[in-house]
């Protein structure tokens, strides 16, 4: 079981992933999390982050094959190409994304998109894409899912906590899942 499943998923058996959110804090436990599991374990991982190093780094880590391993886990870091905010001097490498993602299956590498954001551009036909071919996890939790929430994450990590440990830890956090999570990793 992964940390994953714990949310609402558009296909558990592909491991393309969006994982789609406001938290940014949530995003990034997730995919840590989702990059430990033993099926990647061996695979080089890679980050791109797509508004500091540019769509043409996203596109070369796509398709170049990697020097240490057959596999790469790339993580792709605000998307932007997802949202409505992208120039039109960049509509080249929109294209080519296009097609790598439309060719997806054929791709050795395992994709994991990070989307930190409130909304997507649903309109885009890359992002329309994206929604096909990923399987598509949406961390939304709300005020009376934090408790059971957290107590599924930390049992997920092979941790045991009391009930009355982890109302002391939610109301110490003031019930907001970033500060739970931190304060987590400091108990852990």
Known sequence: MTLLSLFKNT??????TLIW???DFLNDYLVRSYAKEDRFKDLEHVTVDCESDGLDELIASLTESSLFSEQKFIVVKNPFFLTA?????????????????ENLADLEDVVVIV???EKIDRRKK?????????????PQIRPYEVASTTKALIKDEGYIITQSALQLLIERSDQVIDTILSNYQKLK
């Open 11 to 16: 296909n558990n058996n592909n491991p393309h």
């Open 21 to 23: 959110g406001p938290d």
């Open 85 to 101: 905010k992208v120039s039109k001097k960049l509509q080249k490498q929109i294209d080519d994304l296009q097609k790598i993602f």
């Open 115 to 117: 989307a930190s954001y």
């Open 126 to 138: 890359l992002t329309k894409t994206v929604l096909k071919q990923f399987n598509v996890v949406e």
